[in-house]
C-alpha cells in the first residue's frame, strides 16, 4: 500500500512553490507525483494544424519529488505524515501520525 493516492490533498514542502496545496492528478513509477496548480512550466510549441493544436507558449504542470509533497490534514490545518493501522477485520488502513485519525479510504 502507499502512503500517497490519486486524489489526495497535498503541501508542498521545498521549492518555488512552498507552502502551496494542490490535489495529486497522477502519480510516476520513478517516486514523482503531477499536483495540480503546482510546478507549472512554459513550452513553447509549433502548432499543428492537423490535430487543431494551436502553437504558442502553453503552460502546464510538471512533476515533482514525491518527498518534496506531505498530505494535508483537514482537521490541523497542516502537513502531516501517513502512517498505517490495521483494522479489527484485518484490513490495513492509512492514518495521519500526529493525530492517529484514518485517512478517507
Known sequence: M???KKNDLVVVLT???????????RLLDDQRVYV????????HTKGNPQAGQPGGIIEKEAPIQISNVAIFNRST???DRV???QTDDGKQVRIYK???EQIDD
Open 36 to 43: 495540480s496548480g503546482i510546478n507549472m512550466i512554459k513550452r
Open 83 to 85: 502512517g498505517f493501522k
Open 15 to 25: 521549492g518555488k512553490d512552498k507552502g502551496k496545496t494542490g490535489e495529486i492528478t
Open 2 to 4: 502507499k502512503k500517497l
Open 77 to 79: 490545518s497542516k502537513a
Open 98 to 100: 500526529s493525530t492517529g
